[in-house]
């Protein structure tokens, strides 16, 4: 079970970035999440759920730095158009890694891999996340209520970087590239 100190530095991360604490802490505290501002602090890589899993992954093989990866599951959304009929939404699901503000521009090449990668990445400089407290993660199975599925794939905590470097993301995505088969990251 995680420290009330990993749940402190979450809080930490998440008011530094300039959510609400008591907004924070209630949304955590009952199983939800909080509304977490994206571009003052820091920005967001989303890439895709199969690419990010197999690049946390390789961070942590090659002992690479990195920050927190968030889980957010595909799902289908179900709707009813104006006649009454059933509508699907269909969105894929994603990994978000918290980086530097500042360094979309520095984006490293990953040798030959720009056309995949625009088909499985996008940057988030502004915006909002929803996250999870850090005891919602893949290691103990928890859930929040209602919500998407989110959970911590790598927590905000103590002994965790509070961000990933773009250089160490680049070279774990490019990993994740090579190890995955074509079905996974879409037609080469």
């Given at each position: 079970?995680?420290?009330?100190t ?61 920050g ?24 894929p ?90 079905v ?5």
């Amino acid at each position: 079970m995680l420290s009330r100190t990993a749940f402190e530095r979450a809080l930490d991360v998440a008011v530094e970035a300039g959510a609400v604490e008591a907004a924070v802490r209630g949304a955590w505290t009952v199983g939800g999440v909080a509304e977490i501002p994206i571009g003052a602090r820091w920005h967001v890589v989303r890439v895709a759920e199969a690419v990010g899993r197999q690049a946390v992954d390789e961070l942590r093989t090659r002992r690479l730095p990195h920050g927190p990866a968030l889980l957010v599951p595909s799902r289908v959304e179900v709707t009813l158009d104006e006649a009454g009929r059933e509508e699907e939404a269909h969105y894929p699901g994603y990994v978000e890694f918290v980086v530097p503000r500042g360094e979309r521009a520095h984006w490293p090449p990953l040798r030959g891999r720009r056309r995949e990668l625009k088909l499985i990445s996008q940057w988030a400089a502004d915006g909002i996340t929803y996250w999870p407290a850090p005891i919602i993660n893949t290691y103990t199975g928890r859930r929040t209520l209602g919500g998407d599925g989110r959970t911590w794939i790598t927590v905000p905590h103590p002994l965790v970087s509070s961000m990933t470097p773009p250089e160490a993301l680049a070279s774990g995505i490019a990993a994740a590239l090579e190890e995955l088969t074509p079905v996974a990251v879409g037609a080469r």
